[in-house]
Structures are given as C-alpha cells and as structure tokens.
C-alpha cells in the first residue's frame, strides 16, 4: 500500500511558477515509478509527467515539457511538480499517483485533487 497526500495547489497569474508536491508513504512506496495527472473542466484525466521510483528518467507530456519539472526525494518521501511559465490553460485538478507510468489505468494509487488555477 502507497499513501499519497497532495498539497500546494493555488490560484496564480499566467506567467507565473508554481510548484505543487505530494508527501507519500508506505512499504513498497521508494519502489513505485510516480507520476502526475491533471483534470482539466469538463475534461478527461490526463498524463503530466512521470518518473522511475529512484527519481531519474523524468518523462513529460508534449504540453508540459520544457516548462515544468517533476521530481522524486526517497529520503524525504516527496514528489513535486515545478511548473514555469503556466498558463490558463494549465488550469486543472492535478492529481499524484503511484505505481504506473504513461497510462492513467496502469496507476494503482492516487493522491486527492488539488486546485491549480491561472489567470489571463
């Protein structure tokens, strides 16, 4: 079992940087590829950004990337999201997982939704 605990999410301004993070716990948890997910409005889940369980070979989405920057702290038990440059569209219930990769149904653990919202 993997415990996931979101945190940071907020309201920002479009060109600003925000970083969202995710506390986890759990025997098998340093051992679990983690990634994030977002929830545009009325719009499917869908993939972020990735990692491998020691925290290297990060993988992003083609909308992300080279703007925001996922990271893995085994000693700390966190995950964070460092996103630049956001933009309106951004805007979303961003979620944290464990246990999968690239497809949302091969996660076995999710953390809650957090509220990130950016402004034009």
């Known amino acids: 079992q993997v415990q996931l605990t979101a945190s940071g999410g907020g309201s920002v301004q479009a060109g600003d940087s925000l970083t969202i993070s995710c506390a986890y716990s759990?025997?098998?948890?340093?051992?679990?590829?983690m990634g994030w997910f977002r929830q545009p409005p009325g719009k499917d889940r869908e993939f972020v950004a990735a990692i491998q369980f020691s925290g290297s070979r990060p993988y992003y989405s083609d909308s992300v990337k080279g703007r925001f920057t996922i990271s893995k702290d085994n000693t700390k038990g966190t995950l964070h999201l460092l996103m630049n440059s956001l933009k309106p569209e951004d805007t979303a219930v961003y979620y944290c997982a464990a246990g999968g990769w690239i497809n949302r149904n091969s996660y076995q653990y999710w953390g809650q939704g957090i509220q990130v919202t950016v402004s034009s």
């Open positions: 759990g025997r098998t948890s340093s051992r679990e590829n």
